[in-house]
Each structure stands twice: as C-alpha cells, then as structure tokens.
C-alpha cells in the first residue's frame, strides 16, 4: 500500500487488487468548520457532482457517464473529529475490459478533475439552476433529519457533549444558515477548500495505474496552495460533573442519549470494551437493559473514537427513565469489576476478525481501510488489530472501563406521556 504526496498537502495511496474489475478513486478534503460553514460543506458534495464547466447541467453530467460504461461520480459529507470531509468518490470500468480496449480511466479522471477544479461557474458563482436544485436538496434534507427523532436525539446530545467544539455543529449544519447561502458564497467556500484544505486520496485498481497519480499531480500542481495543518485526533475535554437536558417533543417513545468521556486507550483494548458493552449480540446492555429486564425497545452503542466519546442511545417508555439509568450505570459497573465472561471476550475478537476480512470484499471498502488507518496514525492491518484484540485481558478491558466518565444525559420525551403524567 504504497503512499506519496502528489502535492502540498496532498496525500496519495494506491492499492492494487486484481480481484476487482473495476477502478475507484475517493478524494477527500478535510476541513475546518464553524457554524457559516457547516451548510455549505453540506451542499458542496452534491453541487460539485450534478455539473462542471465541461458539462453544464445534471442531464449532460449523466450522459457523459453512461458513456463511460456506466461510471459512477458521487460525494458526501462526513464528520471526523472536530473537521468535516468532503469526500468524492468515482467508480469505472477497468480499462483492461474496455470492450474497444480504449481507455476509460483517462476520460474518468479528467471528468472528475475537471468537476472540482473547473465547477459549473461563472464570475465567481456557481450557476442556475443547479445551485437552486441542490440548496433545495439540502433544506430537505435538514427538514428530513429533524423528523427522524432518533437521530434528532443523537444529535442533541452530540450538541450539549461537545459543546463549544466544532463538532457540536450538525453535519449539514442549520436551517437558517443554510438558507443564507449564495451563488457566491458557496464559491468562494470552495476556492478556500482547493487552496488550504488538506488532501487525501486513494486509489484502488486491478494492476499499477501510474497515469492516475500523474494526472491527479498535475490537475492539483496548477493551485495555489496553503493547506493548514490538520489534526484528526481531537479529544473532547472531560466535564467536572455530568450534565442533564430534558425536552418535550410530540414523539411516539422516548429517547434516552447517554454519553461518556474517556482519556486514551489502546484501540484493541476499546474494540473489546465497545464490543462487550453494546456491540455483540449478547452485549451487557442489549442482555440486561432489553431481554431481561424488557425496559427498552432498542439499546444502541455508537463510538466517536477521535472525540474520545462513547453514545448510549435508548428507546424507552418515559416511565422506566430512572431505571434505566440505573441498569446502565450496573453494566458500566461489570465490566469495572471484569465482571463478564470468557465466552464474551471470544465473540468480541471473531465480530471484528469478521468484519477485517469483510473489510476487502469491496472495492470502496477497501479504499477506507486504507484511509483510516492513515488517519488513525496506526499502521496495523485490521488482521493485526484482530490478532492484539486476542491478546487484551480482563483487567485491561475493566482498567479501561473505569476510565469512562459520565458526560450527558439527555432526554427527548414524548410529550404525550408527560400530558399523561401531569393528569395523576
């Protein structure tokens, strides 16, 4: 797997894996965030793959990719650690199949480059009437999120536990802010990404494609860059006491978001602890909170590594609040005192020895991988992360457990039981 910059501030893998038929190519840019920004980061993705100066509209950007024996072009946004990334991912035909042996990986990658580095605009805006199509996309998109009441809750908590820190901004940012965006202003957003963002790129072919990393360098050569350090590891910093938000929604259920903080702990050491509390089928939460004791309808655990943050999401009658709390504090308390088994331990190592070797089954999978352990500043392979994860012992996993610290409790409670409530 090996990786070169191609630029300043810009960092290129390929991988080779002649299983595959076809090429992939992600481009990352990681950025800084604020409240402003957020929302463009958001629309950019889906505004810079709809069209480009080369194909002007959504219809032409569709043709030229059938063309390309169906290529695919697509974008998204993400979170990681306190930056978001923008990331542009491009699938085609391997050009070894091409069926008139012409080559579809030149034409991909001038598509491609030519999108992010020559948009669909004009005297610096980008141009009607796909930038009005996207904005509305992502006020849809905004509207959408906030009436899925799990993932409102989620982010709420996320909200209050980061607070203060870039990552309490909502991936796609704000109703009003993004209503605010311009023509414009989401342009000269772009042109400050291209000029300071850090870069990360990665390939994934069936044999050696030289002419990708050259054609990439020289697209990217011709910008001014000044691209600002990045850090990807931002631990959220621990709060004295533990903090608690209520608020009252017209929901069906209940839901509970808890969230802890903890110092640094070895990766394989917090993949045993992760899997054990929330991640196996038997896991001490869904066992105890769900089967057992039947206080929930679903228990859920969810890891922001590069915060340092653990989420416990619950869907929950209100009236089984405090009980509830209380069972999770005793399955934080077992795995502090080791208190779980050997049989437990075994199927938290094959889950992720299962998911490691699942990881290169797919082309973009593989990409990831790649990425992430670049990110994570960890060299080992998931193989190796999975053979350490055999060697962790109980009092490394309990050690670790009693690091975490009680950061948030939050509760999105349906109105209707509180109406309920209140009538007693």
């Known amino acids: 797997m090996p990786e070169t910059m191609i630029g300043s501030g810009i960092r290129y893998t390929e991988i080779h894996d002649p299983k595959f038929r076809s090429c992939l190519l992600t481009i990352q840019f990681h950025v800084q965030r604020d409240a402003q920004t957020?929302?463009?980061?958001?629309?950019?993705?889906?505004?810079?793959?709809?069209?480009?100066?080369?194909?002007?509209?959504?219809?032409?950007?569709?043709?030229?990719?059938?063309?390309?024996?169906?290529?695919?072009?697509?974008?998204?946004?993400?979170?990681?650690?306190?930056?978001?990334?923008?990331?542009?991912?491009?699938?085609?035909?391997?050009?070894?199949?091409?069926?008139?042996?012409?080559?579809?990986?030149?034409?991909?990658?001038?598509?491609?480059?030519?999108?992010?580095?020559?948009?669909?605009?004009?005297?610096?805006?980008?141009?009607?009437?796909?930038?009005?199509?996207?904005?509305?996309?992502?006020?849809?998109?905004?509207?959408?999120?906030?009436?899925?009441?799990?993932n409102y809750a989620l982010r709420q908590a996320a909200a209050l536990t980061f607070s203060g820190e870039p990552a309490a901004i909502p991936a796609h940012g704000t109703r009003p802010e993004a209503a605010r965006i311009t023509p414009d202003g989401a342009y000269k957003v772009w042109q400050e990404i291209l000029r300071t963002a850090f870069i990360e790129i990665a390939a994934v072919t069936p044999a050696p494609r030289p002419e990708i990393a050259e054609m990439l360098s020289a697209a990217f050569s011709a910008l001014p860059r000044q691209p600002e350090p990045i850090r990807f590891e931002a631990p959220s910093p621990i709060r004295p006491q533990r903090r608690t938000e209520t608020e009252i929604m017209p929901v069906g259920q209940t839901k509970l978001v808890l969230t802890y903080k903890y110092p640094a702990i070895r990766r394989e050491v917090l993949l045993m602890l992760c899997s054990i509390l929330g991640w196996i089928a038997d896991s001490l939460l869904f066992t105890n909170l769900r089967e057992r004791c039947g206080l929930c309808y679903y228990c859920l655990l969810s890891l922001s590594a590069f915060k340092h943050t653990l989420f416990i999401d619950i869907g929950i009658d209100a009236d089984h609040l405090d009980a509830v709390q209380t069972a999770v504090s005793a399955q934080i308390e077992a795995l502090q005192s080791g208190d779980f088994t050997d049989d437990m331990m075994q199927k938290a190592v094959l889950r992720y020895a299962f998911q490691a070797a699942a990881a290169s089954d797919t082309i973009s999978d593989l990409a990831m991988q790649s990425i992430l352990m670049l990110r994570r500043g960890d060299p080992r392979s998931p193989q190796e992360i999975s053979a350490a994860m055999q060697k962790v012992t109980r009092a490394e996993i309990a050690a670790a457990a009693k690091q975490l610290v009680p950061d948030v409790v939050y509760v999105l409670r349906a109105e209707q039981e509180e109406a309920e409530e209140d009538d007693i």
């Not at 069209?51 to 946004?77: G, Q």
């Open 38 to 150: 957020a929302p463009v980061h958001a629309l950019l993705p889906d505004l810079l793959t709809a069209s480009s100066a080369d194909y002007p509209s959504v219809n032409a950007m569709t043709l030229r990719l059938e063309s390309l024996y169906a290529a695919d072009f697509l974008a998204k946004v993400s979170l990681c650690g306190d930056s978001a990334v923008l990331d542009f991912t491009a699938s085609w035909l391997d050009d070894a199949y091409a069926l008139e042996g012409e080559s579809v990986t030149v034409p991909m990658l001038e598509l491609v480059t030519g999108a992010l580095l020559h948009p669909n605009a004009e005297q610096g805006a980008f141009c009607e009437p796909e930038f009005r199509i996207c904005m509305q996309n992502l006020l849809d998109d905004i509207d959408c999120e906030q009436n899925d009441k799990r």
